[in-house]
């Protein structure tokens, strides 16, 4: 029983049906000009519209990369070329690691770096926002979901503040593709990253949306997607990201369904456990994602018991689930991780509600079995 979807998702079997010609007999180059290459190249231009129609954007502003992390190194690489002499940036002390550590490397060059703090939920303060723009300040990035905690923050805001005092504005919608409706005409974002594994398609895709007005920089260079991203295009990847952007509309319904779920589970288990803790905004959350915390039980030591029962849940983010460290996005948060580490269970498109009973009764269990070993200890 998978939980762990922010992690990432099963690929659809409607998608891997699309991929697969593309993988056998339409191998054509869409850079080569006979009838093999033309018909890559026009199916790539369907994937496109179908993305931007999805986004309200223009075709020419998607661009294909190979992940959300290169869409998010090449959109802050970009924007610093755009006014050498501004040397801040703001960011939040909450976002993702390829945002994190794109940040520490421009500390290296020089740059001068805000990560705006949360409070214990996770959340913003718009005024230390507003308070941290100086002069020189060129980029402000946050995300508009949270992969660890399921916050979504005040994009329209955040952009309006940014366009107020003409400061250039990145968005990390992974978490939110899918979760929450995306329009680009009436969000004003100069930039914006997804990856296709969140959303049921395979791993090694991604978006990066340039606004037309916004000059754009490649990090690799070469005559593909108009000179902006080189290297081949990866054909089977790109029709299997139009093909799960198509299906993210008949599966309008399933957030609905997801957050009746999260919310049965999130009730339950603070019926069923004492001492409980939920991280996060209880408000503004994507309808996915409960991170929740058993007092006395380590997380760690919780996954590896639910692993025994065959449910998959993660400690926090994946890409630091191998590390000893702790979380900084629960660090922001002030937690108090020792006797509070929470899993974070994250529901997708396939789960049950038989799933969530099993999930539940699971979990009950676990928490039983370790706070029974920990008073032995
Ligand atoms: N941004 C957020 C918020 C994420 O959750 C992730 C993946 O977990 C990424 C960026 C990176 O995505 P990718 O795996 O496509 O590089």
Same mark, same amino acid.
């Given at each position: ?9 099963k ?15 339409q191998?054509g180059?869409p850079s080569?000009?006979?009838?093999l290459?033309v018909y890559?190249?026009e199916?790539i231009?369907?994937a496109?519209?179908e993305?931007?129609?999805f986004l309200n954007?223009?075709?020419?502003e ?5 992940c959300a ?8 690489l970009?924007a610093?070329?755009s006014d050498p002499s #501004? #040397? ?5 002390s909450?976002e993702?690691a390829?945002?994190?550590e794109?940040?520490?490397y421009l500390?290296?060059l ?5 990560y705006?703090?949360? *409070?214990?939920?996770g959340?913003?303060d ?7 723009i100086?002069?020189?300040?060129l980029?402000?990035?946050v995300?508009m ?7 979504i +923050?005040p994009?329209?805001?955040i952009?309006?503040i940014a ?13 939110a ?7 680009l005409k009436e969000? *004003?974002i100069?930039t914006l990253?997804f990856?296709?594994h969140?959303?049921y ?8 949306y340039v ?11 070469g ?6 991203r080189g ?12 093909k799960a952007?198509e299906?993210?509309?008949n599966h309008e319904?399933d957030?609905?369904k997801i957050?009746?779920? !999260?919310d049965q589970l999130?009730?339950q288990l603070?019926?069923q456990?004492?001492d409980i803790l939920?991280?996060g905004?209880?408000?503004? !959350?994507?309808?996915?994602t409960?991170?929740i915390?058993f007092?006395?039980? #380590? @997380?760690?030591?919780l996954l590896?018991v ?7 849940v993660?400690t926090g ?5 191998y590390?000893?460290?702790p979380? +900084?996005?629960?660090? @922001?948060?002030?937690?108090?991780? *020792?006797? +509070? ?8 498109r396939y789960?049950?509600?038989e799933?969530?009973e #099993? ?6 269990k @676990?928490?039983?079995?370790l706070r029974?070993k920990g008073?032995?200890?």
């Amino acid at each position: 029983m998978y939980f762990d979807n922010n992690s990432t998702t099963k690929c659809d079997p409607i998608v891997l049906e699309a991929m697969k010609p593309f993988l056998e007999e339409q191998y054509g180059n869409p850079s080569s000009i006979y009838s093999l290459g033309v018909y890559s190249k026009e199916k790539i231009q369907q994937a496109r519209k179908e993305i931007a129609d999805f986004l309200n954007a223009d075709e020419d502003e998607i661009i294909f990369t190979s992940c959300a992390s290169e869409s998010n190194v090449c959109a802050i690489l970009s924007a610093i070329q755009s006014d050498p002499s #501004k #040397k801040h940036i703001i960011t939040t002390s909450v976002e993702h690691a390829s945002i994190m550590e794109t940040m520490k490397y421009l500390e290296q060059l020089g740059y001068d770096i805000t990560y705006l703090s949360v *409070d214990q939920f996770g959340r913003l303060d718009l005024q230390e926002l507003r308070s941290s723009i100086r002069k020189d300040t060129l980029l402000i990035a946050v995300m508009m979901a949270n992969n660890e905690l399921g916050n979504i +923050y005040p994009i329209a805001e955040i952009s309006a503040i940014a366009r107020e005092n003409h400061i250039l504005f990145h968005c990390d919608a992974v978490q939110a593709i899918g979760k929450m409706k995306i329009d680009l005409k009436e969000l *004003d974002i100069d930039t914006l990253s997804f990856s296709g594994h969140k959303i049921y398609a395979p791993k090694g895709i991604g978006i990066l949306y340039v606004k037309r007005e916004i000059p754009y920089v490649p990090l690799i260079f070469g005559h593909q997607e108009k000179n902006r991203r080189g290297g081949t295009e990866n054909v089977p990847y790109i029709i299997g990201l139009g093909k799960a952007i198509e299906l993210l509309k008949n599966h309008e319904l399933d957030n609905q369904k997801i957050a009746t779920l !999260r919310d049965q589970l999130e009730e339950q288990l603070k019926t069923q456990i004492p001492d409980i803790l939920v991280y996060g905004d209880p408000i503004n !959350r994507i309808s996915n994602t409960l991170s929740i915390a058993f007092k006395g039980v #380590k @997380a760690t030591e919780l996954l590896l018991v639910l692993e025994s029962f065959q449910i998959y849940v993660s400690t926090g983010s994946a890409c630091n689930s191998y590390e000893e460290k702790p979380s +900084y996005v629960l660090e @922001a948060c002030h937690a108090d991780l *020792d006797n +509070y580490s929470p899993i974070r269970i994250s529901l997708g498109r396939y789960n049950t509600e038989e799933e969530i009973e #099993k999930l539940i009764k699971g979990i009950v269990k @676990a928490v039983a079995m370790l706070r029974k070993k920990g008073s032995r200890e």
